[in-house]
Each structure stands twice: as C-alpha cells, then as structure tokens.
C-alpha cells in the first residue's frame, strides 16, 4: 500500500512562497522606485511618500494620487478616482475568495489587501497545479513584496534623482515583460483568447481615448463581459436530472 506524502509544514509553505517572491520583487523595483522619485519632485516627504506606498498599495493609484493631490479638486473626488483605478483588485478578491473559504472572514480581509495583481496571478496558478491556498504560503508569498515595494519608495526618493533617464535604459518594461510572461501561462483555460484579445484591443483604445491608467481598468472590465458572454450557462440540477431520466 502506498504512503501518501507527509504534510507540509507551515515553515516549508512559508519558504516556498518566498522564493516565488523574489522575481516579482525585482520587476516591481523600477516602478516603486519611480514612484518615490516623482513622489519627491511633488512635494512630498519621504515619510508621506512611505505613507503612500504602505497604505495604498497599488502604483497605478499612487500615481494618479500624485498627479490630484495638486489639483484643486474635492478630497471625495481624489478617493473616488483611486477607487476607479484599482477596481480590478474588488474582481481578484471575489476570485479568490472561492480559493480561500478556509480562512476565517477576518483572515481573508487582511490577506485580500495584499491581493496586488501578480499576488493574484500567483494564486490562480497554484490553484491550478491543484496546489491548496494555505495562509502560509500566501504569507510568505506577500510579506517580501509588500515590504520591497515599501523600501523602494524610500531608495526613490533619496535616490531617484541619480538616475536621469529610466527609461533609456530600459526599467520601466521589466513589470510589463513579467506581466506577460503570468497571462501566458493562462493559455491553456477555455476561451483565453478572445478574453486576452477583447482586453487588450479595449485597453489599447481605450489609453487612446481616455487615458492611463483608467485603460487598465477598462479593458478588464471588456475581458469580463466577453468572458461572460462566451460562459455556456448550465442547466440547473434539477432539469438535468430530469433529462437524464
């Protein structure tokens, strides 16, 4: 009779989902880096750029904060626009509820605010390899990115400035690249290309038309509906059971 494998220790989780932190640690570093840099050229403390970056969470929306905190425009309206911005993350927590209902209501509220877009990609694609969602794992996964992305405001904004042109070299399309790399392994579920397609095609137009970052949100609203409408709907349980009779 064969043995199954003893369980994984917590400290074992813990590890493994460190080491999947590492690569996203160093494609977030130019971005959060950026941020501290323009946080800085806005006027802001390097206590109040740290501030940002640990209770916002999010570079989209830190960015579009920056850019309203000057403005002369209602503190509601400033909300209501990173809200908007960081939409998608409402849409990951709902997902990854169903991956998570082991986890007590409170330990999913915490959890969930660490739900940032790879930390998201990274669930799903241990969803996938039939792999559970354990708290530990989860942790380890999200402690180093969220404490990088921290650390890097402050390089940025004590250090930004040494670096003229990020952009001449190249750092601002290592997060893209990576982001590529995490759609590309969804290839393999049902209608993935015309959802990756319809998303991308409407976040391009969009960009065009309205702007960034409000094109992120948008075209993932468009993956959405088309996922929506391409989902065959299934016969209720009842009617099955009475076909099959």
């Not at 640690?25 to 206590?47: E, K, N, R, V």
């Not at 605010?113 to 790879?118: E, I, K, M, Q, S």
């Not at 995490?182 to 969009?206: C, K, N, Q, Y």
Request: glycine share 8%; no cysteine; hydrophobic share 55%.
């Amino acid at each position: 009779m064969q043995k199954s494998p003893p369980p994984v220790s917590n400290a074992e989780e813990f590890r493994r989902g460190f080491r999947r932190a590492l690569p996203i640690a160093i494609a977030i570093a130019p971005f959060g880096i950026l941020f501290g840099t323009l946080a800085a050229d806005h006027g802001l403390s390097l206590g109040e750029a740290v501030l940002m970056s640990a209770t916002i969470y999010a570079g989209a929306s830190q960015l579009v904060g920056l850019e309203l905190f000057g403005q002369q425009i209602a503190p509601w309206l400033v909300v209501l626009s990173i809200f908007a911005v960081n939409f998608r993350h409402v849409l990951y927590s709902a997902v990854a509820g169903r991956r998570t209902r082991h986890w007590s209501g409170l330990t999913r509220a915490i959890a969930f605010f660490f739900l940032v877009d790879p930390q998201f990609a990274e669930v799903e694609r241990r969803a996938d390899e039939g792999k559970p969602i354990t708290l530990a794992w989860y942790a380890g996964l999200a402690a180093p990115v969220y404490v990088f992305w921290v650390a890097e405001a402050v390089l940025g904004g004590l250090f930004g400035r040494l670096i003229p042109n990020p952009h001449a070299v190249g750092l601002d399309f290592l997060l893209p690249i990576y982001f590529l790399g995490l759609v590309m392994e969804f290839r393999g579920r049902p209608r993935w290309l015309p959802i990756v397609a319809t998303s991308a095609l409407t976040s391009i137009v969009a960009e065009r038309l309205v702007g960034s970052p409000w094109h992120v949100s948008i075209g993932a609203l468009a993956g959405i509906a088309i996922a929506v409408v391409l989902t065959p709907v299934s016969a209720p349980h009842h009617r099955l059971e009475e076909s099959v009779e």
